[in-house]
């Protein structure tokens, strides 16, 4: 039920699809699947002499990279000045003669790229509630009004994470300042730049114990105005901040919630390949002994507590049971025991399907695993699965078995003509 691998959590809202992207691949489970096929690798190489890399020993960068991470939950107390203050610096300039030097490159060290912030009331130290810019020389941030944005401005994909952040960051550049030089070439010039500054960002924030979420695309027209964008100003790209909540998940509605409650409210949230059928009221969370959550002691008291659900019936059904259990490590599961609450991932998805084609010789995809993580939903779709099967081999057989006869039919006409 709490799934710590990206492809495992489900977008909560479907986001408007930018114009060109698939629209098959509004599904979930396509869309998990268009992931695994890993098209950003090369396949093609296979067999090619390699050169294996060392790992540097004592790599300073290595802890950084591991640390960055978008996060979409935050804490409602205030962000530390310091701590703000600690993120920004890295967007820095230095003074070096007449010229700047910042922590992140520029094409012909023009700098287009502004950083502008909104700052919600009370979330920030020192910090009254509304829009800023960023000084990159003065390191400080210019008051530019009371006006905030309203989550309209995102898409709905990102409300969550931008109700609960305590600013939001804007890199917006401004064309006046590199179109003369670049031409065409600015705004691809400025995206790169937004991009290596929010790197520097994204690393900063981890340093100074603040989390961001880059955020793809907002309604830019309601923030121009209180930001003071002038039309030389196109706004690139954003993020969402404060002080990261790891737990964070939106909170169900108040009041205690039963299973059909609880159900109700997580279809509201998921696809419902990922609602749980079966619900244990725990006391506690059971934790491993450096505090992790303990997933297989978690699995073992929902398949001993559940309510009495029924055991797995057909033999299908216990082998699927059987290859399920072994992939997620769990000694056994109840047939209606939804995959996902046991912690599959989808990688346990593609290693189930690996298994039921090798061991049960079912053609099965991780998408229909996606949309049928039970085992007996699973096992009744691989049932379907034989059974079409069957029916299209009769069906070839009979189709041979008509062709065979209209081509004797034929040889023997023909015979007759000829003679
Ligand atoms: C150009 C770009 C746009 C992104 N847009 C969003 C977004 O709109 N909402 C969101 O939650 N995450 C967004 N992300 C963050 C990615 O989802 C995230 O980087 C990815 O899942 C990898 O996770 P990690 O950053 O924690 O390593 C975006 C990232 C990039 C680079």
């Known amino acids: 039920m709490v799934p710590d691998e990206p492809d495992a959590q489900p977008e909560p809202d479907a986001a408007p699809r930018p114009h060109g992207a698939d629209p098959s691949l509004d599904d979930p489970a396509a869309k998990l699947e268009f992931k ?23 790599d300073p960068l290595a802890a950084l990279v591991a640390a960055r991470r978008s996060h ?32 992140y490159p520029s094409a012909g060290s023009l700098y287009p790229v502004q950083v502008y912030m909104f700052v919600k009331p009370g979330r920030v130290d020192g910090l009254d509630g509304g829009a800023y810019h960023y000084d990159p020389e003065g390191h400080r941030l ?13 898409a709905p994909v990102n409300r969550p994470a931008f109700a609960a952040a305590a600013f939001s960051l804007l890199l917006v550049g401004q064309r006046r300042a590199i179109e003369p030089l670049y031409g065409a070439q600015a705004r691809d010039f ?45 706004v690139l790209h954003s993020h969402v901040g404060g002080l990261p909540d790891a737990k964070a998940a939106a909170a169900p509605p108040a009041g205690p919630l039963g299973p059909t409650g609880l159900r109700a409210w997580l279809r509201t949230r998921l696809p419902e390949a990922l609602v749980p059928a079966t619900y ?15 997933r297989k002691a978690l699995a073992a008291r929902s398949v001993a507590d559940a309510s009495a ?26 047939r209606d025991q939804n995959f996902f609450e046991l912690g599959a991932t989808s990688v346990h998805l593609v290693r189930i399907a690996g298994r039921l084609r090798t061991e049960l010789g079912c053609q099965v995809t ?32 009979a189709q041979t078995r008509v062709e065979a006869r209209l081509a004797a039919r034929g040889r023997r006409g023909r015979g007759g003509s000829d003679a």
């Open 36 to 58: 695994l096929r890993h098209h950003e690798l090369r396949s093609d190489l296979a067999g090619r002499p390699a050169v294996a890399l060392p790992d540097a020993a004592d």
């Open 72 to 103: 979409r939950g935050f804490r409602p107390d205030p962000v530390p000045l310091t701590a703000l203050a600690g993120l920004l610096a890295g967007l820095r300039a230095h003074r070096d003669g007449d010229l700047t030097r910042r922590g």
């Open 142 to 154: 210019v008051r530019l009004g009371d006006d905030l944005p309203d989550a309209g401005v995102h």
């Open 190 to 234: 400025c995206l790169l730049e937004a991009g290596y500054a929010s790197q520097l960002l994204m690393l900063a924030a981890a340093q100074h114990g603040l989390g961001l979420c880059p955020i793809g695309g907002l309604d830019d027209a309601a923030l121009r105005g209180p930001l003071g964008l002038d039309d030389g100003h196109v």
């Open 280 to 294: 244990v009221l725990v006391d506690a969370l059971p934790r491993t002994a450096n505090g992790k959550l303990n």
């Open 366 to 397: 991780v998408t229909t695993l996606f949309r049928a993580a039970t085992v007996r939903v699973l096992a009744g779709q691989l049932d379907l699965g034989a059974a079409e099967e069957a029916a299209t081999q009769i069906q070839q057989q």
């Open 309 to 334: 659900p029924a055991p797995a019936a057909s033999g299908l059904e216990e082998r699927v049971a059987a290859i399920v259990a072994n992939v997620l490590k769990v000694d056994r599961l109840e």
